[in-house]
Structure formats: C-alpha cells, structure tokens
C-alpha cells in the first residue's frame, strides 16, 4: 500500500495516530533478511499490479526467490486505496473490474520474463569458452499489449521457482475469477463458517470454470488464536487483550475496508443504522449464524475486529483449539488457516507451543518440513508452476508464447 | 538499469555471452543482507530515477537506511540504455538534458518525503494514550510539478540519515550541474591525470555555483590496483589477468558507452579511425600525456577497458601503489579513490593486505572507522544532509517546503 487509511474522519490523521499500518517499509527487504536467518519459513510478499511496472518487479521477485532459495510467494493484491493512486500521479485508483483487467495483464507479462525469457540451460559459465550465457537461449519476450508494452529480455537468471507461488484474496465475483486463473493459495476471511463454506463453494467452481482442478489452489482462512496451557487461562488472556483494542484503529480499518465513514457514529449504535451494504451483509450473516443474539452495535464490531480483522477469533487451550480447528475444517472446506496476530511474536508462539503439538498428536499436522522450495512444501509436486497453470503456457514454445528475437536477425544483415 | 547493452553488433548477443551486466540481480536487497553482516561497511545503491516511481523508491531507501543503521549511499542515475527505454513502453529514453530536468524534479520529490514530511518528534510510541505517530506533526508534501503528483506523506518513519548519501557521476556540463547541486560524493573516471584534474576544477568550481563549499562533495577518481608482496610478482598477477579480458565483452561495453558499434572495426585498426568524437577525445587525451607514443589500436583500447573500464590501472607492491596513489592525489586534487576489480573479491582483498597498511604507515589512510552513518563517516559532521544542502531546504518551515495538509481541515469542517 502507497497510500493511508483515510475514509474514517474523511483523513489520515486516525490511521497515523494508531500506526494503522502506517509507518510501514518494503516488505522485499525484510523477506531477504529475515531468509538468510531461517531454512524452512516461506515468505509470502504483499506487492500491488498499480505500483511498479512488472519489468522491474519480475527482478525484485527473481532476486528474492534467489535469496530465499525459492522460498518467496507473492500474494497479488490490486490496490484498494484511493490514496495511493493519487500518490502515484493519478486522478484515482482504476474502476474495480478495470483493476483486474489491468492485473491480468500485469500477470501476463510477469510470466512472460519468467516463465518464458530464458530457456532452462542458457547459463553454462563456460570458463574455457568465455561463455556465461547462450545468447541463443535467452528470448525477448515481444509483449505489445494495452497497458504494457515490454520487448525486452528478463534481466535475472531464472531462480529455483521461477514464477514465485501465487497467493489472492479476491472475494468479488470478478475478484474471485482472478484468483481461481492465477493462484495457487487463496486467503478467505469470513464472519461464520456458513459464509466461509460458501466462498469455498465458490472457488472451487471457479477453479474448475477456469480449467484447473477444484483443488489446485489451497484456501486459507483468516483465524486469529487466543490459547494458553488451560480454557480459564485462555480467556483470561482474551480479556487481557481487548482492553488494548483502539476502538479508533479499529475503525479506521473498518472504515477503509467497508467504504463508510464510521466516525459518523456513535459506539452504542446498532449496526442496523450504518449505511453500507458492506456491514449489511455481515450483520445477517452474524443474525444467521445465531438467529436469538442480540442486535449488534458499532461497539461490537470494534470489538470484533480489534482482536481479529474480519476474521473469527477462537479462545481456549490447544485442545480446544484443536477441536475447533478441526470442526471449522470440517465444515468449510478450508485447507488451512491464515493466522492473525492480536500480539506478535506472542500469538504465533503460543500456538507453536500449546496447539501444534496437539494437531501433530492427532496426527492432522505435519512433524517435520518437506524438502526445497515454498511450492514443494506446500504441493509435494516439484518447484515449477505446473503444466496446467497459465502461466506455464508462456513458456518457449507454449501456445501463449510471444517471444520475439527479429531486433537480432535485423541486426544480423546489417552486420 | 533495465535493459542491455546492445550498440556492439546492434544487438544483445555479445552482452548476454559474456556476462555484460546480465544476468543482474536488485542491489536493494543484496545490500540488506550485507547489512546483517557487517558493521561500519557502506552500500552505494545505483538506482535510476527513469525507473520506479519516486513515491515508492522513496520508501526502500528508508527502509534500507533502517536495515543499513544509516550505511546507505544512493548513486543517482539518470540512465542511458536506449533498451532499458522500451522495456519500460516508452519508444526511447528522453533527450540527454531533458533526463536530468526529470531527475532534479525527481529529486525535489524524494527530498519532500525523505527531509519534509516527518517532524523529527512525530513518532512517539505512547502506549498509554495509545498514540504510536502524532498525526499533526506528518504532513502531506503536496507536491504538484512537471512530471509527478504526489499529494500525501511518506510512508517510512525517518531512519538515521534520512536522506541517504548521495553519490553521482555526471561527465558532461549538464550532468557535472546536477552533481554539484545534490551529490556529496562524485564519481570520476579518467584516462589521465591531466585529464582527472581538469574534472576535478570544472566539479569544485560547479558547486561554488551551486551555493556550496568547493569541498562539499567528496571526489573519487575510477583506479584499479593490481598489487602483491613486490612489483614482479603484481607485475606477473597483471599478466596472467590480461589472457582472461574478453575483447568482446570490453567492446560491448566501450560501445555502449561511446555509442558506436566497434563491432565494425578489426582490433588492430588504429583507434584514430574510429569515427566517434567520444574516442577521439580520449585518444587525444592519452596522446597528450604521452606524445612519443604510438598511436593506440582497437585492441589497446580492449586491454585497457578490460582490466579498468574507463579508468586507469596501476600496477606493483603496496610501496609503489601508495607512491602512485600519493602523486595521484597530488597532481589531481581527488579526495580518494573508486577501486575497481578485476577479480573479486581478490582485487580488494590484495588492496587491503598489501596497500592499506602502507597507506596507514605513512598516515593518510585512518586506522578505525568513524562511528555512526555513512554521512558521518565520511564527513565527520552528523548524520544528516548538512543545512546548506539543497535537500534541507525541504524541511518544515524551510524555504523549499510545499506542505499541504488542507485535505484534513476541509475534513475537519465536514466532521
């Protein structure tokens, strides 16, 4: 994100005073660094298709699958801050089904340099005949499309991934035909199981309506674990958590992800009142999900996200948790979580200590990792994007290849 | 850059073959994992402001000085590959002049988020109010200029130098301007002393014009050292690199940047045929330091490119290297020295057991680092652009700021 948070009050000021991602760095370099400390952790990069011309991003990514030991995923966002538009020149961000039209040529052309620019044995570091690279077998990718035009070659020797492994969070209909075309991993954050088990539903249709198998992409539901060696002290923890909630920082995600400036309310008011279909169509899945409860309130809804973004918060011991990641498994469809923090280092080593060795007794979590790259570990079938993948169909003489090597024969006559 | 060199033969063949800058990774991240690993090193980033947004490349360099503690340079290039143009969609690279017109407003963007947008006490890290930023004290650049837009606040929070230490190495008249106007530290590469000391008048004199102190920026003359325990046995080191220079590999590069084809031109041709104002004016410079010698041929050209680049090779033990250095210093005015290699990482190596501690013997080299920055390091004054560089006057309350935080009053009258 180039931009802030600014709906809630109509600025920024929310977002800079709770540190609502803001200030925030280059996640690339963290990713680099943080890779030469560990061996198996993979690295999964948020970067925008509105902020960088995919020519030198297609190097930022090749460098860091080289420095991670193909251990980099990119999870594809396309921008959803007006903010950051105009920090970039423009008037605004592009209209919401233009945005994905301009990623899929994004795609299009990042696969083209590192799917389909050099062959896999162009580089020979042939002391003897001065040669590093065949020439030959290294191929100017001849894109001339609508947003892009990129003649050139890829400039990074192809690393172990090459096309680092996809992740998406796409959760419109055009968004979700975007996911289901390019990732491999897929982040669904949804108010209850019902709700989630339905935009699995919907994935996987769109998985198989773009050509691949309904499991081609893992999903990955947003989940944030409050547990402790017992339930009390669990729930304990959870109290002791939600007095830091800034029902300000709260909102101003809230407000930045719905679309509605909730500063215009009170805390005490019920949900009901807010105008925004977005927040509409939460509240009736919550009333769904548990038909007697009473009528939530913006208070509610701070509280709620506070610990959890647009999650589900589960508290108890590693037992409990267990059971009850077991149960949302079960009943959603999910491959596996994506856990959020309400602490950090913290919640992440509560649940390495108290819920890993549990799922690992019932024998639903792995002991130890598997070899090589973030793509073997994850799919078990090799470090490449499948033959099946789009992106696969970019490469030397797949049937989406537009390599273009006429700027040398040209150069050859003159010569 | 991104693109390649592709003048020798009209096209890219020979770049690729030999290693020409390609395959070529982002130094971003390789030098925040260098960081990790040393201490009072510095890292000079070479990075063109034809290529990224300034909006985003203003974040990595925070990021990097944060990683780096303040070790990081920033080498300003305008860029010259015609290649690097059209990968970006662009039908050429804009006219020579014109590029550093963009850069200086390029600049001005980067200085507005690096220098004016964070009051030095805006991050306060209050957990009892639950305050991390004060907001009052970010502000929006409001920067509306020829080539970009950008309305808001930087994204980092400031690290040690803020602005990183800016390095360049503009030649011709229009670039030695722009060097004295932003760099503290110059580049310089030439075939003679003569020729390095006319450099050396034409920079100090530029940034007298510019407002600054002849001294204000550092300037280091291109030199590869070939050194050993004695003069025969560099000699014989000197020798045994010479057999491994690629005449194809230096030709591309010298006609990339003379910006002829000497793919046209035998190797024993003499150099005098050549039609190119670039190599003429080199040839005559080396003539006027030498008149009796012989005239100089295509292949003369390639031995000494090969070792050096543009600049020159000297040649013998730590005492001899040291005399050269010292009547270097002295007949040119240079503050130091660019080392370039032929291997790596042996070339520094050999410099760092053989000449170093001679240079300390006679004490003009210092015995232990500087603490602090990059900036400090080499200037010794703190760790920030001095106040009478240009990019101080970007700062809040400075004569050169365009803050604009109107977009939150005009919020403040709607709430």
């Known amino acids: 994100m180039l931009g802030t948070y600014d709906v809630f009050g109509a600025n920024d000021l929310a977002a800079i005073r709770n540190g609502a991602q803001v200030p925030v760095n280059d996640p690339v370099q963290l990713a680099a660094i943080m890779a030469a400390a560990t061996e198996n952790v993979g690295f999964g990069i948020t970067a925008g298709t509105a902020f960088e011309h995919p020519m030198p ?21 396309t921008g959803y801050l007006p903010s950051a538009a105009r920090n970039l020149g423009q008037d605004d961000q592009l209209e919401h089904d233009q945005r994905y039209d301009h990623a899929d040529e994004y795609l299009e052309v990042i696969y083209k340099l590192l799917e389909g620019s050099w062959e896999d044995d162009a580089v020979v570091r042939d002391r003897e005949r001065g040669v590093f690279t065949e020439p030959e077998k290294v191929h100017h990718i001849g894109h001339h499309g609508t947003h892009f035009k990129v003649p050139g070659i890829h400039l990074s020797e192809p690393s172990l991934q090459r096309t680092p492994l996809l ?72 109290r002791d958590y939600l007095q830091y909630v800034s029902p300000e920082g709260a909102l101003t995600f809230l407000s930045g992800w719905m679309g509605v400036d909730l500063s215009k309310y009170e805390l005490d008011e019920p949900l009901g009142n807010v105008e925004s279909n977005a927040i509409q169509s939460t509240v009736a899945a919550f009333q769904a999900d548990n038909p007697e409860g009473r009528a939530w309130t913006v208070r509610d809804m701070v509280e709620w996200n506070g610990i959890a973004g647009l999650g589900a918060t589960i508290v108890g011991s590693g037992s409990t948790i267990a059971d009850q990641m077991q149960r949302i498994v079960a009943e959603t469809g999910v491959d596996g979580f994506n856990l959020a923090y309400a602490v950090t ?62 700027i040398r024969e040209a150069a050859f006559t003159f010569a």
Not at 57 to 77: C, E, M, Q
Request: hydrophobic share 40%; net charge positive; proline share 5%.
């Open 345 to 406: 280092p913290g919640t992440f080593e509560d649940v390495v200590e108290f819920v890993v060795p549990e799922l690992q007794r019932r024998g639903v979590y792995h002991t130890e990792y598997a070899p090589g790259t973030l793509r073997n570990k994850l799919f078990g079938a090799g470090d490449r994007l499948p033959a099946n993948h789009r992106g696969s169909l970019y490469r030397v003489g797949g049937p989406l290849s537009t390599i273009d090597d006429s």
């Open 167 to 238: 992740f998406q969070a796409g959760a419109s209909p055009r968004g979700i035909q975007f996911a289901a075309r390019h990732a491999e991993a897929i982040f669904i954050a949804s108010p209850t199981n019902a709700v989630a088990k339905q935009s699995v539903h919907a994935i996987r249709r769109a998985l198989v309506e773009a050509g691949r198998s309904p499991d081609a992409a893992k999903i990955y539901l947003l989940l944030t674990v409050i547990t402790d060696e017992t339930d009390a002290l669990a729930e304990a923890k959870h």
């Open 57 to 77: 991003f297609a190097r930022r990514l090749s460098t860091l699958d080289h420095l991670t030991k193909g251990r980099v995923g990119w999870n594809i966002v």
